[in-house]
């Protein structure tokens, strides 16, 4: 078993600098800790796995394709694998959970 805290992870992901975080990769899927801050841009590219976001906190667009619709904690998203998806007009602070299937390369 692995078990994960997220405020834990929030930390370690602020302590690197970086927006992303992986902290859990197995053979068929990863995880990781996505942060954006408000008025930031989302500098994503279509991955070439699917995807599913779980919002955190935070608020925010998503387009998703030609979709777009608002978010906010506990907001569910599945992104294919190859459609363009970026989070915009963040007015709260974003933190994202991301799951990939097959792994993230």
């Known amino acids: ?11 370690e992901r602020a302590a690197n600098d970086g927006a992303y975080l992986q902290f859990l990769r197995e053979r068929n899927m990863s995880v990781g800790l996505y942060a954006l801050d408000a008025g930031g841009t989302d500098p994503q590219r279509p991955h070439a796995q699917d995807e599913v976001y779980l919002v955190v906190s935070g608020r925010a667009s998503i387009t998703v394709g030609m979709e777009t619709t608002h ?7 599945y992104v294919p694998a190859g459609v363009p998806h970026k989070f915009h007009h963040i007015s709260e602070d974003l933190r994202v959970m991301v799951v990939f299937s097959p792994p993230e390369s």
């Open 1 to 11: 078993m692995k078990v994960f805290r997220l405020d834990e992870l929030e930390a």
């Open 71 to 77: 978010v906010a904690r506990g907001s569910v998203v």
